[in-house]
């Protein structure tokens, strides 16, 4: 258990005035427009800078969402900064020359005048000129760089070696995108940790050695930083100090803002625009686009094949919905935009270049397709076409098909879509414009990358992502960052915006996204007075606490209040196997009941049973399922959350499970407005609502019997369907199904 320090939530008298109307604020607000919430923000975090202690063991905290205006607010603080007595800021970035690009060039623009009168001067420590003169050091001063070793050797010689003098000076370091680089991660075979680890020692030996110095982090996953710990090491059993906050101020989140609620809450409405942004890929598709291999691509079926139908559809999904923007930007007498698609699957220059000579061929079809006047070029281009006219936004002018159909005709034979790698940081001054964005070239900018595109790049009009990289690796890092499908996004755009990945890729993201917002939601709040418990279950059965930086997050379940816990993507066994199997399944439950310990009062359908006869059932139901690709049910974790919750009490219900019994139910297999398996067999007003209620001190299970017609999608047989319900009193805890082993 990990209590949050309670200064998050609490803002103190200060006794500090700032200068508000200084020339590099004043400067930097005026540009950016910020709002009375934006500058309150930047106002508290430098206060808190000036006033408090900010150590390698307690960093001020910029805490934000992912692409949601983080940047846009530590440079508000910087320029705040500057007028208010520090002299230098040291940016700390990723580990990319192309962010570092990107920030160098965001806060010369931001600055511009500034520098002009000689009042700043902001270098990238990897082109300072060889000698500052005393004029150049009597400025502000602003250096970027990357958290790279070397670079960090570069940082130590300039302040304590070549200009000692500014050792003396008030310096406030900003880690951005802090949620990485800077934070040790235990028994992690990727070789980079390492170095990030030693990297995080070198930053702290740095600001040791400074006589007057502030450390901002900024980050959008809060994961790392506020739950690590105290025991936590490094490689060669050297102590690593856990990064604990002083101080934390929340950047606001803009009106334009598009994140996981949009991809993970509002796609499950039925109707919603969200509801289409998902279309799920298979995970033989994704085989055949990491390696060259022409005997199972046919590159003269790219337009047919089923085994390109992902790819296929994005690309024409993409074309089909830029299209259809730049004819409602230009009906609406707006400039016409250009738009970018992200296909991310994997890091190997061989793979992308494998990817692109698919692509290339694909688009090559389809200009012959044109020429031959072939139908299947109008079949996939109205089948995109009809899916953007369900997620069309309301009220707004929505082009006829000849036009669309024309219109992408036209781009394909002009040659408007760009089909390009991006994996060379050697390229990167080619790959980025004047304001350090992803440059667009032609209006329909396709591009094939790897890390290069996960490390904070921004990217303009982004309406696809292509996504496939490997969901077993995954930990709270930037994998939500991975497909940049996180930020500023006009509504229209949303409207034609599509993400491509696997089932099981797009289930472990979901639960990042929920981990995420429970996290904050715990802290922010100040729920369970902070407290976040991190529990794993061992090898023998036993619930022990969890080391955070020991969990992988493909296997975590986040317990919170009334969640439902249930399989999805299952069909039944063959009929035959089923009616035998259901037998002994509905004598057992007619058992349970006639031998619970209490029954409800007002429905005998609900009645209470120890938790070992649940799992014995829930074993019996598990064999009646057989699950799609991609989708799986782990009962052992499940039963393992259940019998955690069944005995994290101290009541007389301890050990118990309410169990709430729903019989000749006709639940569809498949939703026919969305096309996805269902996952919602109980009903709100029924059989969820008295499971919640029961649900206080311990779960309930609904077990909801359904008759399974063929006329549903199943196999003409009876089964249970079990939702498992998290009791009221659950504090935010995040259960770990499998760990990182002990190397």
């Not at 003169?133 to 990357?146: G, H, M, P, S, T």
């Not at 016409?336 to 994997?346: C, G, R, S, V």
């Not at 915006?497 to 904050?520: A, G, N, P, S, W």
């Not at 919170?560 to 009616?579: C, D, H, N, V």
Request: glycine share 4%.
């Amino acid at each position: 258990m990990f209590k949050e320090s309670k200064e998050i939530n609490m803002k103190t008298a200060s006794s500090t005035v700032l200068k508000t109307n200084g020339i590099f604020f004043s400067l930097v607000s005026k540009k950016n427009n910020y709002k009375t919430e934006e500058i309150n923000v930047m106002k508290n975090t430098v206060t808190q800078l000036l006033e408090t202690s900010t150590t390698s063991k307690k960093p001020g905290m910029l805490l934000g969402h992912i692409q949601s205006g983080k940047t846009r607010s530590f440079l508000g603080s910087v320029g705040l900064g500057f007028d208010n007595g520090f002299d230098a800021a040291i940016i700390l970035t990723k580990n990319s020359n192309a962010l570092v690009k990107q920030t160098f060039e965001r806060i010369e623009g931001e600055f511009s005048e500034c520098i002009e009168e000689d009042k700043l001067a902001v270098y990238d420590i990897m082109k300072m000129p060889v000698k500052l003169r005393k004029f150049e050091l009597r400025k502000k001063l602003v250096i970027v760089l990357k958290k790279e070793k070397k670079n960090m050797q570069r940082l130590e010689s300039l302040l304590f070696e070549m200009y000692p003098d500014l050792t003396a000076r008030k310096i406030l370091f900003i880690d951005d995108e802090a949620d990485f680089a800077s934070v040790a991660y235990d028994n992690v075979k990727d070789k980079n940790i390492i170095d990030l680890k030693v990297i995080a020692g070198q930053i702290d030996d740095i600001r040791a050695r400074l006589s007057d110095a502030a450390y901002l982090q900024v980050t959008a996953t809060p994961y790392s930083l506020y739950l690590q710990p105290d025991d936590m090491t490094i490689h060669e059993h050297k102590a690593f100090q856990p990064k604990r906050p002083a101080f934390t101020e929340l950047v606001p989140v803009h009106d334009k803002y598009v994140g996981g609620e949009m991809y993970f809450e509002k796609s499950k409405e039925d109707g919603h625009m969200a509801s289409y942004l998902y279309h799920e890929i298979q995970e033989e598709e994704l085989q055949i686009l990491r390696k060259s291999d022409r005997r199972k691509v046919k590159v003269n079926h790219l337009l047919t094949g089923e085994r390109y139908e992902g790819i296929r559809s994005a690309l024409i999904h993409f074309i089909v919905g830029s299209k259809i923007r730049n004819i409602q930007q230009e009906r609406m007498g707006q400039r016409l935009e250009k738009y970018a698609f992200i296909m991310h699957t994997i890091t190997t220059k061989a793979a992308h270049q494998w990817q692109e000579e698919v692509m290339l061929h694909m688009e090559e079809q389809l200009r012959a397709a044109i020429e031959k006047e072939d139908p299947i070029f109008d079949q996939l281009v109205r089948t995109a076409y009809q899916d953007f006219v369900r997620s069309q936004m309301k009220g707004m002018y929505f082009p006829a098909f000849d036009d669309v159909l024309s219109s992408v005709r036209d781009a394909l034979i002009e040659e408007e879509l760009l089909i390009e790698i991006v994996n060379s940081e050697q390229d990167v001054d080619n790959l980025l414009d004047k304001s350090g964005e992803l440059k667009l070239r032609t209006p329909l900018n396709f591009f094939i990358g790897g890390q290069i595109l996960d490390r904070g790049i921004t990217i303009k009009n982004l309406i696809g992502f292509y996504y496939g990289r490997n969901p077993q690796k995954f930990q709270q890092d930037t994998v939500l960052q991975h497909s940049r499908m996180y930020g500023a996004r006009p509504f229209a755009d949303i409207a034609v915006t599509r993400f491509y990945t696997t089932k099981r890729i797009y289930d472990v993201m979901e639960q990042m996204h929920e981990f995420d917002t429970e996290l904050r939601r715990a802290f922010e709040s100040g729920a369970n007075s902070g407290e976040v418990t991190f529990i794993q279950k061992d090898i023998d059965n036993t619930i022990l606490p969890c080391n955070p930086n020991k969990i992988l997050l493909s296997s975590v379940q986040m317990l919170k209040p009334g969640k439902r816990m249930l399989p999805t993507g299952f069909q039944t066994i063959a009929k035959s196997y089923l009616e035998r199997q259901m037998k002994k399944i509905d004598r057992y439950v007619e058992t349970m009941k006639q031998t619970a310990k209490a029954v409800h009062p007002k429905d005998a359908r609900c009645f209470l049973i120890k938790k070992e006869k649940m799992q014995e059932l829930l074993e019996m139901i598990y064999q009646t399922y057989e699950f799609e690709d991609g989708y799986e049910w782990d009962l052992e974790t499940y039963c393992a959350v259940m019998n955690y919750l069944s005995e994290d009490t101290d009541t007389n219900r301890k050990g118990y499970v309410w169990v709430i019994l729903r019989q000749n139910r006709n639940m569809a297999r498949i939703r026919k407005s969305t096309g996805r398996f269902e996952d919602a067999p109980d009903t709100k007003q029924d059989e969820l609502k008295i499971a919640r209620n029961l649900a206080r001190v311990i779960p309930s299970l609904m077990l909801i019997r359904q008759n399974g017609s063929e006329e549903q999608g199943w196999r003409d047989g009876a089964f249970y369907w079990p939702v498992l319900v998290t009791p009221e009193e659950t504090k935010t805890t995040v259960f770990a199904g499998k760990g990182i082993k002990e190397r």
